[in-house]
């Protein structure tokens, strides 16, 4: 295909290969005159400009010459590296003359370009060489067997190659060999080739066809092989190019015959040996292989001769070519269409004729139509054999999992015909491991997880933690698989209420001496001064007097002890009051710890003591809502604090054992996406997970939406390390997020877990097949681009429980529309699982008023079973749950899938690997014989959106174990009681006071439940039922009294008084 | 860092110009002078020829894996001016499309992000670029840029699928509004970036810093950052790094990853975009990584034949 075209009759030289941009420099040829006959000469440099479509070459500058030439090459002799244009151009002129110019001082307008001139010829100088290997050496051909060794350098003396050749002819050729630096060829019209040997300084052989015809005008030396060469013939009787082998320089070891008339000139590709060039006066331009005789290429030309032709260095796919014609075309020889050529046609047409309107007719001409489709001749086809630079010989592609494909082809194999047979062509799968350390550390989780070594996990990132901030982290997480988990956690906050016992005995045994020396006689006042006054009102059994009367002369404490005989209305008002006048700095903490009201610490509390805080919230508050206090805690760290204590509310989701929270928060303190800093996070996030599903009985599977990106982030990580298998143990299990569904899919067939044949080529993504001929739905979703995207996300936005999404015998036989909705209904019936473990909550026979609190609690331990689950996400999977499967037999569709047979080979002996009688279950889980499998759950069943409604529970506490069966007639009887009271309650303020009641009992039925109530007060409390039977509440009240005087204070002041208020109220409304 | 976990003795006849895996990474697809295309499944260590598939009357250069979304199809291109389609039907392969649109060698072939839909984007030596969509029923709708690259484009490689707004994640149920780009790289010594404007192809960006032809281009995959990389290669030695930061995708900024000695004539990012393969510079792989200072240090230096890498030591990184 032709590329550019310049309008000169001239000899050209590439610039070198190490120059760019590429040059091309022209010099008025001295054997042909151009059609203008003008005896003017001229050295003009073009650059050559690719990204410009356009046939026209940018002349970059013009040197008028004295001389024409005959020869002309672009040496790299003193070339710099770089944009700057260097190197020197070597002329050969008409008298003998050899003239040096530098192109730079040409492209920049310097009048005074010559380096240097000698005329040291005899006639003119047609052939000229420079040496690859000393680029300052220039051979030079002229008349009378001249043959000089020019040195850049030292330009000044030539040298010879030896003795003049006899008898003496014109040089019409010369070439350094291009394997050994100091062999030099030169040949002559008369058909005579010459090798010199310039260290022996004499020919060493001499090369001549029998026939004495050949007529030589071109001389190449193989770029490869040192003792071949080959001499073309101008003659056309003889039109050859003869190749020769020294080695055997009696006959051509080939003759390449493929022109028609004589050869003008020809040139060898250095970049590829089998490509040699040749022009002839049969007007083709010829591109032959001399190794095989093969023409591989005919350019397309027009019918005029070439003269000369080159190749250019640098772009090894194009040449040039010097016409007589008066044109200098520049082709590429990898084919393409013509559409330039003709393009430039058309505008030198349009701007010979002027503007569109060249006949001024007011009309423009309609724009030309090119004829689009100008048959086969337009296209031009590339070379027949592919050239050298265009094989690629090596390569090394990532794929998925971190592996590196890679191959390559020795270069002795480039050679042509060398042990081709032998070559072993191999391509080796390398795996590539960038993040040592990480996999390590990941490897350590792993085996923590595995053998649920987590204290000792812990205890090691504690001793290694280089700072503080993270050693308190891994203290944090460590005590939640330790006993007494809260009080270890004071203990970190640096409370220990040893420490403070320690520091109260001394004023204790002083307090108990004072209290001695007060039991004296005394006498009772009954003045009217306030003592007075309060004694009359004690007298009268007035308290709430006697209290007002302290309260007023500031006797707190005197007021507080009366307002506890008073009872608990009166305390609770005083201590109101009390609280209301005191203003000390730690009124609002007591006022806290008395009323319990922590949510006001933790909401209103200076966040420099957030330390404090957490203590009051782990020393006082109740089991359930702990966590959320410690989450508010946090939040407020989060939302209010400086840098610092932000990152310090992670303590806080650590206590509260909220993962989520701790994500977004570490999230946000670590800057960052390097493999470590996420391992640090996954560390924790791991670790603190599985101590809320021992401790907290929570789904073992919920994941939030940003810990679920962090952990498919991880394990992309793992995955792009090559560890598929540990990326799939924590990639989420129940997730909906595609890309994650995506990525498991990915990771198992990575692993190779699909039985090889017809089920693993069934891709899950399978729905866009593309048969030939298929109509219908498939034709239909292909149509636009998007089409197959939506399909493709569609699938992924409600995407089956990752265990689903394999089942390759279910898909295979199905069409793939089918297959997709098979797909859903698999998913509907998983969905359908959690609404039946309902059940068993009847069973509890507990009260109405509990049943509430059970509902929610019960499904956790009955979240989805999944299919396939990770040891590390789900060590507690259930074993009732799987046990509670239906048998897959009555199941349609998609039940088959449910059989273990489907799971990836792994996972079930993962999950073996935990074994159910290990698991720490809670002992109100439900035993199976009381959830045998029922109907209710079975396949098919309608649902609703079981699965969202039950995920979106709030995680808390639940572990509560249940109330001893002997000991359920208190619970009963009191919530009955209050019922009824509440029936007959008139005033909202007795109503509410009777609702307190009933949840405040609640630390009853806890203490119940861990059986820690003596036996006297749970005798003394089956009394007090007895008495409510009878509906003789004075006795209960009796009892009662009895009761809260022979025990211990601390062991009944959290429900004995609330009982007061509801044998009270009960007697009082006598229901 | 990198042990050669599998050998694979291809049986090729000649020159192997390229192997690529599947996207599962199970599947190996190699291709070369000696004109086949051979499938090997390679999981779990194992080489087992799965289809040698005969069809192309040149050197095959490169093979691309579509996404399996759309089934087991693999496209081929080579110097007989072909691009074949072949796909695996009830477990043999079989050539299912044809594509003889270009005048000279197809030299590159890569599938766009499979959110598109299944678009082959070929590379050939006649300077244009070729944009293959299927359309249902076995049709495939060809869109065809002249003149990319004058007297030839060597690679072409797509822009990963991402959303303008919103770059890391795309509200689920909205159709989402693609811009489709790719990156072309060739004899002019460019690289080029290509974006579809209504329908049209249109060159949006010339990526100018080759002294040589452009052997290869490779846009590294996304990784939910807003910044866009792309590596070239080129026959002058040198592999660049190019960075986009700005959404609109107008400001390439280059630097230079190395300038090795000799002709570089592949680029291949890792799945996480973190490590570039450099294959090339007297037939040697290296892999180079960007350390947090934003500087591209070679991590290693790939020795196949002999199973095991040598790190490369401070004086050899010199020496290139």
Redesign the interface.
């Known amino acids: ?1 032709k ?1 550019k075209e310049i309008d000169r009759t001239a000899m050209q030289a590439w610039s070198p290969a190490q120059q ?2 590429i040059y091309l420099a022209t010099g008025t040829s001295a054997q042909q005159l151009d059609a203008t006959f003008s005896t003017s000469a001229s050295l003009e440099i073009f650059e050559l400009d ?4 356009s046939l026209d070459m940018k002349s970059c500058a013009t040197f008028s010459s004295s001389c024409r030439y005959h020869k002309l090459i672009w040496g790299p002799h003193s070339m710099t590296s770089g ?1 700057t244009v260097s190197g020197v151009l070597i002329a050969g002129g008409e008298n003998g003359n050899v003239i040096l110019y530098d192109p730079a001082k040409i492209i920049t307008g310097d009048t005074e370009v010559i380096i240097a001139q000698k005329d040291k010829h005899t006639g003119p100088v047609r052939a000229l060489d420079v040496n690859m290997f000393q680029t300052n050496l220039v051979a030079s051909g002229a008349n009378e067997s001249e043959i000089y060794i020019w040195d850049l350098n030292n330009f000044a003396t030539p040298m010879t190659p030896g003795v003049k050749t006899q008898p003496l002819e014109d040089i019409s050729c010369i070439a350094w060999n291009r394997q050994v630096q100091h062999i030099l060829a030169s040949a002559s019209p008369s058909g005579r080739a010459t090798v010199w040997d310039l260290r022996k300084n004499e020919p060493i052989i001499k090369v001549s066809d029998h026939n004495n015809r050949m007529h030589c005008s071109g001389l190449a030396w193989h770029p490869d092989v040192a003792t071949q060469m080959v001499l073309a013939s101008e003659d056309d009787r003889l039109p050859v190019i003869q190749m020769w082998d020294l080695r055997f320089a009696s006959s051509p070891l080939r003759v390449l015959e493929s022109h028609t008339r004589g050869i003008l000139a020809i040139a060898w590709s250095m970049v590829d040996s089998e490509l040699l060039l040749s022009c002839g006066k049969d007007a083709k331009i010829l591109c032959s292989n001399p190794n095989t005789g093969e023409v591989l290429y005919e350019l397309p030309t027009n019918t005029q001769w070439c003269f000369d032709i080159q190749w250019c260095p ?2 090894p ?2 040449l040039s070519a010097a016409s007589f014609d008066g044109r200098i075309s520049v082709y ?1 020889i ?4 013509t ?2 050529l003709r393009q430039k046609q058309v505008d030198q047409l349009s701007s010979s004729f002027g503007n569109l309107d060249p006949f001024g007719m007011g009309q423009p001409l309609p724009p030309l139509q090119l004829p689009q489709q100008t048959g086969p001749q337009c ?4 070379l027949k054999k ?1 050239p050298k630079w ?22 002795s ?2 050679q042509p015909g060398i042990e ?1 047979q032998q070559q ?11 993040e ?1 350390e990480f996999l390590a550390r990941s490897n350590q989780l792993q085996e923590a997880v595995q053998s649920e070594g987590f204290v000792s996990y812990c205890q090691k990132k504690i001793d290694m933690a280089p700072a503080d901030f993270e050693k308190n982290v891994w203290a944090f997480l460590k005590v939640h698989f330790e006993e007494d988990s809260r009080v270890k956690y004071l203990d970190l906050l640096g409370y220990r209420k040893d420490d403070l016992r320690k520091k109260r005995v001394k004023d204790h045994t002083q307090e108990t001496e004072d209290l001695g020396s007060a039991k004296k006689t005394f006498n009772i006042s009954v003045s009217g001064d306030v003592d007075g006054l309060i004694t009359q009102a004690l007298l009268t059994g007035n308290f709430e007097s006697a209290v007002d009367l302290c309260l007023h002369d500031n006797r707190m404490a005197d007021a507080i002890i009366l307002a506890i005989a008073g009872g608990q209305e009166l305390l609770s008002r005083t201590q109101e009051k009390y609280f209301a006048k005191m203003q000390s700095k730690i009124t609002r903490l007591i006022t806290a710890v008395v009323k319990k009201n922590w949510k006001e610490i933790v909401q209103s509390c200076d966040l420099q003591n957030w330390r404090e805080a957490l203590a009051a919230v782990l020393t006082y508050a109740r089991p359930d809502e702990f966590a959320a206090l410690c989450d508010r805690l946090g939040n407020r760290l989060e939302s209010e604090g400086d840098s610092l204590l932000q990152t310090q509310a992670c303590l806080c989701y650590i206590c509260a054992g909220n993962v989520e929270k701790l994500v977004a928060c570490w999230t946000k303190a670590q800057d960052g ?1 390097s493999p470590l800093s996420l391992q640090d996070l996954i560390e924790k996030v791991v670790i603190l997970r599985k101590a809320v599903q021992i401790t907290q009985d929570v789904d073992p599977n919920a994941v939030g939406a940003l810990l679920a990106e962090k952990m498919s982030q991880y394990a ?2 793992l ?2 390390q090559g560890s598929i298998a540990a990326a799939l143990t924590f990639l989420p299990v129940n997730t909906n997020q ?1 890309n994650i569904t995506l990525l498991r899919d ?1 990771l198992c ?2 692993q ?1 877990e699909l039985p ?3 089920e693993a ?1 069934k ?1 899950p ?11 219908g739905p ?13 399909q ?2 569609q699938q992924g ?1 409600n995407p089956p429980p990752p265990g689903f999404i394999m089942p390759g015998a279910v898909n295979s036989n199905m069409p793939p529309q089918q297959a997709t909705s098979s797909n859903y209904s698999m998913y509907s019936q998983a969905g359908t699982r959690p609404a039946y473990p309902q059940r068993p909550q009847n069973g509890w026979n507990d009260p109405p008023a509990l049943n509430r609190a059970a509902k929610k609690k019960v499904p956790d331990n009955f979240l989805p079973p999944v299919p396939i689950t990770s040891p590390i996400m789900n060590p507690l999977a259930d074993p009732q749950s799987q046990i509670q499967q239906p048998p897959a037999p009555a199941a349609p569709l998609g039940a088959p899938s449910f059989q273990p047979l489907h799971l990836p080979a792994g996972q079930p002996v993962l999950q073996s690997g935990y074994p159910p009688a290990s698991q720490p279950l809670g002992p109100c889980v439900v035993p199976p014989t009381v959830s045998k499998p029922s109907t209710e759950g079975a396949p098919g069943a309608p649902i609703g959106n079981a699965i969202q409604h039950v995920q979106a529970l709030p995680t808390e506490k639940i572990t509560k174990k249940p109330i001893p069966e002997e000991h359920l007639i208190l619970k009963t009887t009191f919530e009955a009681l209050i019922q009824r009271c509440l029936l007959s309650a008139s005033d909202p303020q007795t109503k509410r006071k009777l609702d307190d009641a009933n949840k405040r009992l609640e630390f009853l039925y806890d203490k119940l439940r861990e059986q820690t109530l003596s036996p006297t007060i749970i005798s003394g409390l089956h009394n007090i039922v007895k008495s409510i039977e009878m509906r003789n509440y004075q006795e209960g009240l009796n009892i009662h009294t009895h009761i809260v005087s022979t025990s211990n204070f601390s062991e009944t002041s959290a429900f004995m008084p609330v009982l007061k208020v509801v044998l009270t109220q009960a007697n009082k409304l006598g229901v | 860092q990198v042990s050669v976990i599998n050998t694979v003795d291809t049986s090729h006849e000649d020159m192997i110009h390229d192997a690529q895996m599947d996207y599962y990474g199970t599947r190996l697809a190699t291709c070369s002078s000696d004109r086949s295309v051979k499938i090997f499944d390679v999981r779990n260590g194992g080489q087992i020829l799965i289809a040698d598939l005969r069809g192309h009357e040149g050197p095959v250069w490169q093979v691309a894996w579509a996404h399996p979304m759309y089934g087991n199809i693999l496209a081929s291109c080579s110097y007989d001016r072909k691009v074949i389609i072949w796909k695996e039907e009830n477990g043999t392969w079989e050539k299912t499309y044809e594509y003889t649109g270009h005048d000279s060698s197809v030299n590159s072939v890569c599938w766009a992000p499979h959110d598109y839909g299944l678009i082959l984007a070929c590379g050939s030596s006649d300077g244009a670029i070729s944009l293959l969509s299927y359309t249902g029923d076995g049709q495939w709708e060809v869109k065809k840029i002249s003149n990319a690259h004058t007297i030839g484009c060597n690679a072409v490689s797509w822009a990963p699928a991402v959303v303008p707004g919103s770059l890391i994640e795309q509200p689920s149920g909205q159709k989402p509004n693609y811009i489709k780009r790719f990156a072309s790289g060739g004899c002019d010594n460019l690289v080029k970036i290509w974006k579809e404007e209504d329908g049209q192809w249109k060159e949006e960006q010339k990526l100018e810093a080759h002294s040589d032809w452009v052997r290869d281009v490779a846009w590294a995959p996304s990784i939910g950052l807003p910044t866009s990389t792309i590596a070239s290669c080129s026959q002058d030695g040198r592999v660049f790094i190019w960075t986009c930061d700005d959404a609109s995708g107008n400001s390439w900024s280059p630097k230079l990853l190395h300038k090795f000695n000799d002709v570089v004539w592949h680029v291949s990012w890792s799945i996480t975009a973190n490590i570039l393969a450099v294959s090339g510079g007297d037939n040697k792989v290296t892999l180079w990584k960007e350390s947090v200072d934003g500087l591209w240090a070679c991590i290693s230096d790939v020795n196949k034949g002999q199973g095991g890498v040598s790190a490369i030591t401070e004086g050899q990184q010199n020496e290139q």
């Open positions: 295909m590329l760019h941009p690719l990204s410009d479509p944009e640098r772009n796919a194009v590429s990898m084919g393409g269409s559409d330039g296209i031009i086809l590339p592919p265009i094989r690629r010989p090596v390569g090394a592609s990532f794929s998925f999992g971190g592996k590196l494909v890679t191959f390559e082809n020795s270069k194999q480039q081709q072993r062509h191999h391509v080796y799968l390398s795996q590539v491991v960038t040592e996406n992309s990580l995955a792009a595609p990915r067939r990575a190779g090889v044949g017809q080529l891709a993504y399978e729905r866009q097949p593309m048969p030939k001929g298929q109509a498939v034709v239909g979703q292909m149509q636009g681009p998007q089409a197959p995207a939506q493709y996300y936005d």
